[in-house]
Structure formats: structure tokens, C-alpha cells
């Protein structure tokens, strides 16, 4: 491109400017110049700049990082920059021959005159106060980017590339918008016009390109004198007098390759970009030096022209195909695509190549940077670490390199380390923009936004392409109450890296939060079709609700069968967020829960996050809770109190920890329902653990104890009374710990161990006083491994879960003792390939369920049995139980899955092993512990646009429960299957999540058949207004011996559901819905009959503005009159 200021570099021109500043610079004498603090830090130079106080002193060299107060003037010499932060938080860079005065320049608001020469600059601040005077007009900012070039006539030339700007002057004023230019000349008014590629004008404002030392020539022992001369004159910012030297080597032809690769550097920093990729073209057909192609590849990737840049490093490489430079420019354009396994492989051929050749120790260090870079982004810390400890011994004198290193650290939560390598890098160069960037990445997840959002700033200003720095802003601005700025911030991310999902996935979870739907869901629907350009969920942190998940803002809107199809095509078994979500979906515990330990074992920090923001990033920091609740119901009434704290701290090691007591009180309310008093104190201690980038530790223990009595006695039947206090204890501790072996392949081990215990003393008409006791405890070993290589995924693990559930009568002379013991054992192996559009499931399982039941009648004094006892046996003979998939995705949205699905529920309250097959879930709620299912389903989703989704489900399953000979369960009701609490972890926030299955019975019966069909729609009637409409169909047939043709209990021939959300803004909410249910029996005889009928729920929630305060508050009743309505309400203060 050619230079557009051709004007600046003669002497008469400079003249000319000259005579033309005291018109402008007088202007600033309207405005009031305050003096004592900063106006202005100079955060980068490059070349050389000057500056002068307030009025009109002489002229001194300007210095990195010197303070600049209000009233001083900054200027730049030929062929140098600055870039300036103000104390309002505008961003400017100044290019060559700028002269810029600061009048005034405050955090409320600031007051410029630019009398000479070009600036980029960017504000954030809403609503924006910054004037901008030239000799020609004044410019009024509104937001939020724009370009502006004085001639040496004064002539001003306004580029606004986002916000709103006002250009004005005596004679007129024009309006401008995006891509849109003012023109003003002194004297007339001022005109606009429209830019295709207003970007275009920007190209500019980049990182300095100029960087002699990555040049071997430049950093040889026995450097040449006219070269060692050069890299003199640049070290010292004496830019023309190199530029002048390094043209004469090439006239001469002398200066070989690195002559052209230097002077097409400065001719990109002076905004020469067609000159430069001329040069660099013509080097590489006369010197065949590779890095002379690779940096035009890198060029032209720059300029956002990936087409050519392809285009040209095909013919390049043809030329020499394992030349390291084109080696990393090949893989630095994959990277761009998003193609990040054929990057990570090229920058190892490169490194690969470099070592074998022992080429230069800067060009091996630089192969392995590039290397340690993506191997960063793809989450391998391990693999990074080690590429970037090689890059920075083979380069120590480079702060790139210690700066991208010590964001590794920062990204691995080693605070201390990233801190001790930033400072390094700093030191050596102030202005490294990822140096930078990273303290701010520190600062923020210590807990320190408004620090952070300043050195972000800082880093941006010097290289506003940089993504990674744009989405940690993001966060820091929304963290503290900028949504406006952290919205704009991703949106520049975008820019700079357009196929990222990443950016799209943050800007939903931001606009969930703010209580705007529609744009959530717009966002996630963005993030979807780029998700095959991943590179890694870590950068990601997601809370216990999985809030963080593409389905999050559809589920949290009441769009439940919308949001299960997002979160099946988003799904990665090794990310928290998607177990997560998922756990909030189903409608059975087991599977729940199930999910929730594999969420924390993939993150075991996630619980430390706080309730009151959204959880984009894991930083430091703690929180009280204080929770109250109360509950009328149709028999009792309930009361119960919970205090928390909970947090996350990086040092010494990153862990989190939640400590939780809770109590709960109850009473009878229904006069034909004996009295009662019932409390029930507990405690929860959960800790999670990262010792280093590869292990994950996570420990929760949870404790209650039960007291209960009967005022005036319970008559238990048969003559039997209850006059006594009961009490319980049960106790349960879950152990579980991760292994990373890389980004894709990770070892889960979980240990657990529960006991439950109830005694008390009935009093027998005729025996007497009896001694009663029930005693419940499980055990387990859960071992998975999960690897996955581009679109194949496997799984394989193994479980050992044993119980024993007893019970205990006794009296002195006679004892009645009963026990089930059941060990559950399964070996499994899951498997999954993906390939464009199609997905295909192939998994194997090998349970074995051994039940034993003994019964016993003996002498309470002796031992010896009054009777023979009773030993049954029950079980599953080990088998393989197959599970086959296959989903065709039609588009985002839209998708169709079948599926084939053998299982046996584990007796334990969770597992390891999947619940679910692609996007078609197990029904556990419709299984008792240890019963067989055999499933076939077939579900096809579709949206069908931006604002309405439908599904259609069809299934057949049969399921068999355990029994012995006679008919009887094996497995009798388990507490501990009930009292795993992993569901209480983490933060706790109200949502309108809709339950799809309203299935409200236990399923105890031997076996039975059951089909299913189901339609749903889910509509967005207006952006904060949704509904969802379902209907199931189902016929269920008991194939047991003792009730053969009956009906399955809780199932009814039709069941419809209705849901309303509306969305007052943030986290606010108002939901209700209806369902209907057609007759159906609550049990295997058929003996009780539910009457059909509608039940309705009303639910309203809100928080308070700074989110301590939350209320919710809940109305339910069936509206056939069967029972009275429940009502509900809980209060949370966070603090």
C-alpha cells in the first residue's frame, strides 16, 4: 500500500506543519489543564519520540513508561511511534512526524489536540467524554474506535471504525458512524463519506515489526561491521540513519537476505504494505531464502488474506518443503484456520528440522515458541512447558519468549512462577504486549479487575490483534459492571481469530447473566458452528451448574429440549462444564450424580467459584452463605437453615473448598397425621486439589445426624408402639483424583465409602420393650480412562461397589436379624467415531450382580437358632450388554439419533461409565438399583430457526428388576442411594429449567415393557419471553408372573406439559407451568389409582442489583383438589 503521508517526509513539509501548530496548539487554552496527576502513561516507542510539559517548553526525548501530565504536548520523529494509555482509559497510537497535545485528560473525561500527523485511538469509557481538536474541525467522540490524520495544511481526515463520532467546526458538522470519514478543511464544513474496508485504514496500528535480533545474520559472533552498525542504530531508535544504511547494502547487493527481511519490516511499520510484500517476493526469487517467503506468508496473514497466503506458501514450500520459516508459516496458517492437530504437527517437523541442521540457536528457539504456543492453546501444559524452557534457554535475551512462558504458568494457576517470569520479561523490554498482557491475566485471577483491565489495556494498545488479551478483558470489564466494554472486547477477539468458538461461547454465558436471552442464544448458536475449530475448553472455567455450556442460556430460559440437543452436539467427555449441564438435566439422581462426579474429577476446583458473577474465569477469592428456607405442605411444615463459606487460592497450590452446616427442622401440619418432631443438623467438607497441571485431587465428606420422637406415640401396628427418640447417623466420603496425560487423555479413580445407622426401642404389647436396629453401608472402587484423537473417543473403565443393608429385632431372650449384602462388578469399553456429519456409538459392558439374603432366628443369649435359617440368592450373571449409535447432524440444531442400549444399574448411588448414548439418555428414573433395561430409541431435533425448535422421540425398553425365586425384590430400598449430597457443591443459582419427564412414582415391580412417544416444540416468543409445549404418549404392560398385564406404576397413557418463562432482566424470573397426567396406578397390584388431572407450578426469582440478596419463592398444587398446594420460599445472602 502506498504511504499516506508522502507530505511529512520532506523538510519543507515539516516547515509547513511547523507554522501550522500555533493555530491548533492555542486552542487548548479554553480548556482547564489540572495539574499534579498523570493524564497519560507512554506504554510503548518505538524509534524515536519526544515530549515537553504544559506551555512551551523546549523539547526532551521521550522515555517508556514516563508519566505525562495534563497540558503536555508528545510528538513522534520520522519513522517511530508511541502508543499512549490516558487516564480515562483511551488508547492511542501515534504514528510517525504525530504531535499531540493533552489539554486535559481525567478519568471523567478527556480533552486532545492532534496538530500534526496520524493517530489511532479507542475508547471504552461509556458513555465516552473525549474531544479531539484539529486545525481544521473538532471532533466529539461517542464510542469507540477511529483513525485521524492531519495534513500539513491542517486538512482533517476522520475514520470511524465503531461508535459514533461528531466532526464540527464553524461552517457545519456531519455525523459519523461506522465506516464512515469526515473530511474537513480550515475554513469549510465538513463532509462525509462511506469506506468499503474501513479496517483498511488501520493496518498500521500493529506490534512493531521491527525486531533485528530474530535474525541469525543479526546475532552472529563475528557479526559484519555494516550489519553490526544497523542493529546499533535500531537498538537506539535511530530508525532513518538504519533505514538508510540497509538500503545501501541492498543497492549494493551486499546485504543478502536479511537486508530485504529488515527493510520490508520498516517499510510495514511505515505503512508500506505493498512495498513490503514486493520486496520480500522479489528477495525469495532472487536469494531462494526461505524466510523471506515465510514472512510474506506471515504478511499477508496479517492483512487477513488467507486465500493468497495459502496460495503462496504452496509454491514455496514446493521450493523447499521442510525449510523451517515455512515450515512455522505453514503451521501459523493452519493455527489461523483452526486446524489446530495439522499445526501442532507441522511446528514439530519444524523444531524436528531445526535441531537435525543444527541451525542458529534464534531459529531453533523460535520453532520451539511456536510450538510451545499452540501446544498452550490446545491445553498440552506439560508439552508447552517443556517447548517454551527450550525457546527461552536457546533465547533468554528474548521477552516474548519468557512472557509466553510466564502465561503458561499464569494459565496453570502457578501465580508465584508466572509473576517471577513476567517481571523478567519487563525488565527486558517494558513494552512486550504478552508480557503484558499476562500480568494482567495474573491480576485478574487474583481477584484484581481494575488492575488487571489497565495492564490488558496497556497490551492492547500495542498489538489490538491480540485475542487472547481481548477475552481476558472481556472478563475484567464485565467483572466490574462494563458489560458494554467486555461485549466489544469479544467482538474484537472475533476479529482477530474468526473461526474460534471460544469468543461466541464467553459473549453467551455474559448475556445469560445479564438476563438476555435472545443474544445468548444467538451467541451459542455462533459458538456451535465453530466448535469443529476448537482448540481447547481450558481457557473456559465453568462453575457446578455448567454455566459455562453452549445450552446453558436455552436451558435457563426454559427451552429444555433445545438445550439437550446443544449440549449433546457440544459435548466433551473431558471438560467439566458438559457433565455439569448435563447433571441438571436428567430427571434421575443416579445419573446426576453420576455426571457431577465426573465433573469434578475432570475440574475439581469448579465448586470454588462464586455465586454472585458469571464464572468465565476461576480467580481468588472466598464467600460467606447464609441460606433460610421454609416449606408449607400438605402434611407437614419445614424449616431449615444452612451457613457456608467457600472459595479458591492459587498458592501453594491451587484448591478449593467448601465448608457447609446445615439444619432442618420439621412439623406435622395435617390434624389426622400423629404428631412429630424431627431435626436433622449436618455438615459438608469438600476440598479440590491441583497439585500440578496433570493431577486433579477431590474430597467430599458429608455428615448427618437424625433425631425424631412421637410426642404421643405412633402406633407401628400389629401392637406394636413407638414412644422413644429415634436417632440416625450416616456418614459418607467420596475420594477421587485425575490423571492428565495430555489434553485428550485423562485416568479417573474414585473411592467411596457410606455407613448409615438407626436405632431405636418399640415397646410389643406382648414381648415388651424391643431393640431396633437398621445399618445401611456401600463401598467402592470407579476406574475410568478416557483418550480421544481428532473424532474418535474411547473409553474404557471398571467397578467394584459392595452393600450390606441389615436389620436387627431384638429383646433379651430372642433375636430376628436380616441382611442383604450386594457386590456389583463391571468392566466396560466405549467407543466413539465421528466423522463429518456422522457420529457412531459401539460400546460392550460385563456386569456382574451377585444378591445374597440371609435371615435369622436365634437365641439373644446363646446364638443358637430357633429356626433354619433363610439364605436366597439373586443377581446377573455376567454378560455382554451391547450399546449401539448412530446421530446424522443435519446443521446446527438439527440432528437425528438412534439408538440400541443393554444396561444394568449399579447398585451404588452413581457411576463412572456413561448414562447416556450420544444425545439419547438412560432412563434411571425408571430403574430400581440393579435392574436390566434394554432400550431402543430413536429422537430427531430440530430447529427450525433462530426463535423455534421441536423434537420427536420414540422408544421401546424393556426392564427387569432382580428377584428371587419367589417373586421378591433383591434389592430392597437403599438410603444411601438417597443421601449422596454432590448436588449441594458449588454455587447455587435459580434458572427456569423445565422438567421434560415428569415421572413421579417408584418403579418397584419385577419386569415389565414399556413404549413411549413424544412430540415437544420450544418457542422464543419475544426476547424475554419463551415457551414450551410437550406431549407423551405411553403404554406399559407388566410381564411378571404375579401381575402379568398390568400397568407399570406412575406411567399414564398421556401426559402434557406446559411451561412460560419470562426474563425480567439479569437473573430475574417468572415461570409457571401446567402439566397434565392421565390416570395411572402408584403400584405393581394396580390396587391405587391416581385420578388424571393438571398440577400446576408457579415460580418467581430474583436478585438483589449487587447479587448478595436472593429470593426465590415457589407455589405448587395439583388442581384436582387431591392435596393441598405446597408452598416455598429460600433466601441467600452471599457476602
Not at 488508547?91 to 492532534?114: N, V
Not at 455448567?546 to 436455552?554: C, D, I, M, Q, Y
Not at 431384638?810 to 450386594?822: E, F, I, K, M, Q
Not at 446364638?863 to 443435519?890: T, V
Request: aromatic share 8%; proline share 6%; hydrophobic share 40%.
Amino acid at each position: 500500500m502506498p504511504s499516506t503521508r508522502p507530505w511529512m517526509t520532506t523538510p519543507v513539509a515539516l516547515a509547513a506543519a511547523t507554522l501550522c501548530l500555533p493555530a491548533a496548539w492555542a486552542q487548548c487554552a479554553g480548556g482547564s489543564v489540572a495539574s499534579g496527576a498523570a493524564a497519560a502513561q507512554i506504554v510503548a516507542l518505538a524509534g524515536q519520540g519526544q515530549t515537553r510539559p504544559a506551555g512551551d517548553g523546549p523539547w526532551s526525548p521521550a522515555v517508556l513508561a514516563q508519566q505525562l501530565g495534563a497540558g503536555a504536548g508528545v510528538r513522534t520523529l520520522e519513522l517511530s511511534s508511541a502508543a499512549l494509555l490516558l487516564a480515562d482509559r483511551t488508547q492511542i497510537r501515534m504514528s510517525a512526524h504525530a504531535q499531540l497535545r493533552l489539554c486535559e485528560s481525567q478519568p471523567e473525561r478527556s480533552l486532545l489536540e492532534l496538530a500534526a500527523g496520524r493517530l489511532w485511538a479507542r475508547t471504552k469509557k461509556a458513555p465516552a467524554a473525549l474531544q479531539l481538536q484539529t486545525p481544521a474541525a473538532l471532533a466529539v467522540v461517542r464510542g469507540t474506535d477511529w483513525d485521524v490524520e492531519v495534513d500539513a495544511a491542517g486538512r482533517t481526515t476522520l475514520t470511524v471504525l465503531s461508535g459514533q463520532v461528531d466532526l464540527s467546526n464553524a461552517f457545519g458538522r456531519v455525523e459519523l458512524g461506522p465506516a464512515e470519514q469526515g473530511y474537513a478543511e480550515p475554513g469549510k464544513a465538513p463532509v462525509k463519506r462511506l469506506l468499503v474496508r474501513p479496517r483498511d485504514r488501520v493496518q498500521w496500528v500493529m506490534a512493531n515489526p521491527v525486531d533485528a535480533e530474530r535474525w541469525a545474520e543479526m546475532n552472529a559472533p563475528g557479526i559484519p561491521p555494516p550489519l553490526a552498525a544497523i542493529r546499533d542504530d535500531l537498538r537506539t531508535g535511530q530508525w532513518p540513519r538504519a533505514r538508510a544504511r540497509l538500503l545501501a547494502l541492498s543497492a549494493s547487493g551486499q546485504g543478502g537476505a536479511v537486508a530485504e527481511l529488515l527493510l520490508a519490516d520498516l517499510e510495514v511499520f511505515d505503512d508500506r504494505m505493498d512495498a513490503a510484500q514486493q520486496r520480500l517476493a522479489a528477495a525469495w526469487q532472487r536469494t531462494q531464502d526461505p524466510r523471506t517467503a515465510a514472512r510474506r506468508a506471515e504478511l499477508l496473514m496479517a492483512l487477513d488474506q488467507g486465500a493468497e497466503a495459502r496460495r503462496w506458501l504452496d509454491a514455496a514450500r514446493a521450493q523447499a518443503p521442510e525449510a523451517t520459516a515455512l515450515l512455522r508459516a505453514d503451521a501459523d496458517w493452519q493455527r489461523l484456520e483452526g486446524r489446530g492437530d495439522e499445526a501442532i504437527a507441522l511446528y514439530r517437523r519444524a523444531v524436528a528440522g531445526a535441531q537435525a541442521r543444527q541451525e542458529p540457536a534464534v531459529d531453533q528457539a523460535a520453532a520451539q515458541w511456536s510450538l510451545g504456543r499452540a501446544l498452550r492453546e490446545r491445553g498440552d501444559l506439560r508439552g508447552a512447558r517443556e517447548a517454551l524452557a527450550s525457546a527461552v534457554a536457546l533465547a533468554p535475551e528474548h521477552p516474548a519468549y519468557q512472557g509466553e512462558q510466564a502465561t503458561l504458568a499464569a494459565e496453570a494457576l502457578r501465580l508465584g512462577d508466572a509473576r517471577a517470569g513476567f517481571d523478567t520479561a519487563l525488565a527486558q523490554a517494558g513494552d512486550d504486549y504478552v508480557s503484558l498482557a499476562g500480568a494482567g491475566l495474573v491480576l485478574l485471577q487474583q481477584g484484581d479487575p481494575a488492575s488487571a483491565r489497565i495492564q490488558l489495556l496497556k497490551a492492547l494498545v500495542i498489538e489490538p490483534r491480540y485475542a487472547r488479551a481481548q477475552v481476558w478483558l472481556a472478563v475484567a470489564e464485565y467483572q466490574l459492571g462494563e458489560p458494554a466494554a467486555a461485549l466489544d472486547s469479544l467482538a474484537r477477539a472475533r476479529l482477530a481469530d474468526p473461526k474460534d468458538p471460544l469468543p461466541w461461547q464467553i459473549e453467551s454465558v455474559l448475556r445469560n447473566d445479564e438476563g438476555e436471552p435472545v443474544a445468548a442464544i444467538a451467541a451459542a448458536r455462533e459458538a456451535l458452528t465453530r466448535l469443529p475449530f476448537l482448540k481447547s475448553l481450558d481457557p473456559l472455567t465453568s462453575d457446578s451448574q455448567g454455566s459455562a455450556n453452549l445450552g446453558k442460556a436455552l436451558g435457563d430460559f426454559g427451552l429444555e429440549h433445545w438445550a439437550r440437543a446443544y449440549a449433546s452436539a457440544s459435548y466433551y467427555p473431558l471438560w467439566a462444564g458438559s457433565h455439569f449441564f448435563l447433571a441438571n438435566r436428567y430427571e434421575s439422581d443416579f445419573s446426576s450424580n453420576s455426571e457431577r462426579y465426573q465433573g469434578y474429577l475432570s475440574d475439581p476446583t469448579a465448586f470454588g467459584s462464586s455465586e454472585k458473577r458469571a464464572p468465565l474465569m476461576l480467580t481468588q477469592g472466598s464467600e460467606w452463605l447464609w441460606i433460610a428456607s421454609a416449606e408449607r405442605g400438605p402434611v407437614h411444615d419445614k424449616l431449615a437453615t444452612d451457613v457456608g463459606h467457600r472459595g479458591f487460592a492459587a498458592a501453594p497450590v491451587p484448591v478449593a473448598w467448601q465448608v457447609r452446616s446445615n439444619g432442618v427442622q420439621f412439623w406435622p401440619n395435617n390434624g389426622n397425621a400423629p404428631s412429630y418432631r424431627l431435626s436433622s443438623p449436618g455438615f459438608d467438607i469438600a476440598l479440590g486439589l491441583r497439585p500440578s497441571e496433570s493431577l486433579g485431587l477431590f474430597m467430599l465428606h458429608t455428615e448427618d445426624r437424625v433425631r425424631y420422637s412421637f410426642p404421643q406415640g405412633r402406633d407401628l401396628g400389629n401392637g406394636v408402639t413407638f414412644n422413644g427418640l429415634a436417632r440416625q447417623r450416616t456418614q459418607r466420603t467420596d475420594v477421587g483424583g485425575s490423571w492428565r496425560w495430555s489434553p485428550d487423555a485423562q485416568t479417573w479413580l474414585k473411592l467411596h465409602r457410606a455407613r448409615y445407622g438407626q436405632g431405636l426401642v418399640v415397646d410389643d404389647e406382648v414381648w415388651g420393650p424391643q431393640d431396633s436396629r437398621t445399618t445401611d453401608r456401600d463401598d467402592g472402587v470407579l476406574l475410568r480412562h478416557t483418550v480421544q484423537q481428532g473424532g474418535q473417543r474411547l473409553s474404557l473403565g471398571w467397578e467394584d461397589t459392595r452393600g450390606v443393608f441389615a436389620t436387627h429385632l431384638s429383646d433379651p431372650l430372642v433375636t430376628l436379624a436380616g441382611a442383604t449384602r450386594a457386590r456389583f462388578r463391571m468392566p466396560w469399553l466405549a467407543g466413539e467415531w465421528r466423522q463429518g456429519p456422522w457420529t457412531w456409538h459401539a460400546e460392550a459392558y460385563w456386569p456382574r450382580l451377585d444378591v445374597r439374603y440371609d435371615d435369622r432366628f436365634y437365641d439373644s443369649l446363646t446364638g443358637e437358632d430357633l429356626g433354619d435359617p433363610i439364605a436366597a440368592r439373586a443377581g446377573h450373571a455376567r454378560q455382554a450388554l451391547p450399546r449401539l449409535g448412530l446421530s446424522y447432524r443435519l446443521g446446527p440444531g438439527r440432528a437425528l439419533h438412534l439408538a440400541y442400549i443393554e444396561n444394568v444399574r449399579s447398585p451404588g448411588a452413581h457411576t463412572l461409565s456413561p448414562v447416556a448414548l450420544g444425545a439419547i439418555a438412560i432412563d434411571h428414573h425408571y430403574q430400581l438399583p440393579g435392574s436390566f433395561g434394554r432400550k431402543r430409541a430413536a429422537q430427531l431435533d430440530w430447529e427450525f430457526d433462530e426463535r423455534s425448535f421441536g423434537a420427536a422421540t420414540l422408544s421401546s425398553q424393556d426392564i427387569v428388576n432382580p428377584t428371587f425365586a419367589g417373586g421378591g425384590l433383591a434389592l430392597p430400598p437403599r438410603v444411601l442411594v438417597g443421601l449422596d449430597r454432590v448436588g449441594t457443591l458449588g454455587a447455587q443459582i435459580q434458572t427456569a429449567q423445565t422438567v421434560v419427564d415428569p415421572y413421579d412414582e417408584s418403579p418397584v415391580f419385577s419386569q415389565g415393557r414399556l413404549h413411549q412417544a413424544g412430540l415437544a416444540f420450544n418457542r422464543v416468543l419475544a426476547p424475554r419471553w419463551s415457551m414450551l409445549g410437550a406431549y407423551t404418549w405411553a403404554q406399559s404392560r407388566n410381564l411378571g408372573p404375579r401381575f402379568t398385564g398390568n400397568a407399570l406404576p406412575g406411567f399414564a397413557r398421556h401426559t402434557v406439559a406446559l411451561a412460560s418463562v419470562w426474563k425480567h432482566g439479569g437473573r430475574d424470573l417468572t415461570a409457571g407451568s401446567l402439566v397434565y397426567r392421565g390416570s395411572r396406578f402408584a403400584d405393581e397390584a394396580n390396587a391405587v389409582a391416581r385420578r388424571p388431572g393438571w398440577g400446576l407450578m408457579l415460580v418467581h426469582s430474583l436478585d438483589s442489583a449487587d447479587r448478595r440478596w436472593s429470593f426465590i419463592a415457589t407455589a405448587q398444587a395439583p388442581l384436582n383438589g387431591d392435596t393441598r398446594p405446597t408452598l416455598w420460599m429460600r433466601v441467600r445472602y452471599r457476602d
